[in-house]
């Protein structure tokens, strides 16, 4: 996919560890997203990031935290992990510089056990 | 940030064109309207935007009223692999504040 790689693409993890997951992109781009995607919520934003070290809150950042220390990393940590957190977690980028054309990532499946 | 309305399911069959509509009333001067695509365990692929009147590309036509309170997105005779959730986003292109905001999607079925 277009440059971005999403790892690991599928993780059981058990309550109350630490999980990170990684989204990798090749074309320097400078927005990059994390959503989360549940049946019946559709895509809803956690964060996103818009440069190295410049990151924001989206619509269910509780519970979630992000880094973005190279241009081509975006990670999402979840601290302690709980079931209400197994979801589908899709990496996105912004082809364009714009906010409305993203490209997304093909996903990770966490579940929280 | 303007919401969107979609009907949460439709059907169809191959060969016929489909027309799914968003409702967004409170759209702002500056917001584009966009729609994405996404078969099951893959992610949103992008289809097509626009501002007004109608925009057309490969994959599909978009039309805008004046009002720009609504849009349709047009399928153009439809096969099974159509068979996909389709999103209509609205907000501003330009970045600052807006941050893509995807609802549940309408759900097309194509049938054989």
């Known amino acids: 996919d277009a440059g971005i790689t999403q790892s690991p693409r599928h993780k059981v993890t058990e309550t109350g560890t630490p999980v990170t997951l990684r989204c990798h992109q090749t074309?320097?781009?400078?927005?990059m997203y994390w959503y989360r995607q549940d049946p019946g919520h559709g895509l809803r934003l956690i964060h996103y990031?818009?440069?190295?070290?410049?990151?924001d809150k989206g619509e269910v950042s509780d519970g979630y935290s992000v880094s973005r220390s190279k241009t081509e990393d975006f990670l999402l940590t979840l601290e302690s992990a709980t079931s209400s957190q197994t979801s589908v977690y899709f990496c996105?980028?912004?082809?364009?510089?714009?906010?409305?054309?993203?490209?997304f990532g093909q996903g990770t499946r966490l579940t929280v056990v | 940030l303007a919401k969107t309305t979609q009907p949460i399911s439709m059907d169809s069959y191959e060969g016929q064109e489909v027309n799914i509509t968003c409702s967004h009333n409170?759209?702002?001067?500056?917001?584009?309207i966009t729609w994405y695509q996404q078969f099951p365990s893959q992610g949103p692929r992008f289809i097509i935007q626009?501002?007004?009147t109608k925009v057309t590309n490969e994959v599909a036509s978009l039309f805008i009223p004046a009002d720009r309170k609504s849009s349709t997105l047009s399928l153009p005779r439809v096969s099974l692999s159509d068979t996909a959730v389709y999103y209509c986003?609205?907000?501003?292109?330009?970045?600052?504040?807006?941050?893509?905001?995807f609802g549940r999607g309408t759900s097309l079925i194509v049938h054989p």
């Open positions: 996105a980028i912004s082809l364009t510089g714009t906010h409305t054309e993203a490209f």
């Open positions: 074309e320097n781009h400078r927005y």
């Open positions: 990031s818009y440069g190295v070290k410049d990151t």
């Open positions: 409170n759209i702002a001067t500056n917001d584009y």
């Open positions: 626009g501002y007004k």
């Open positions: 986003l609205v907000g501003d292109k330009t970045g600052g504040s807006y941050i893509p905001t």
